[in-house]
């Protein structure tokens, strides 16, 4: 179990620092991280750091499949520990 919190720890860090650094460069005008790969991430448990590094960084909050998706993606999460650590 303790495995399965430090690969989420980590997973939601790598997804804040992208979005962190997919700020960073759309401000620069660079090439930017593809919306698939935030939600690729999402999915496999990064969906709270990107949903705080949305709003960290004000980044993609307009987009209303971010707004919608990644907070739905947070309590299918919580729900999937919930049940794993309840067993």
Known sequence: MD???LILI????IGFLNMGWDKRQA???NWRTPESRFFLLAVFGAALGI???MNVFRHK???R???I???ALIVVHMLI???LVEV
């Not at 980590?10 to 860090?13: I, K």
């Open 81 to 83: 520990l919930y049940f």
């Open 10 to 13: 980590v997973l939601n860090l």
């Open 27 to 29: 401000k620069k005008g």
């Open 65 to 67: 499949s971010f707004r």
């Open 3 to 5: 495995s399965i919190f």
């Open 61 to 63: 909050t307009r987009h």
């Open 69 to 71: 998706i990644m907070p």
């Open 51 to 53: 949903y705080i590094g």
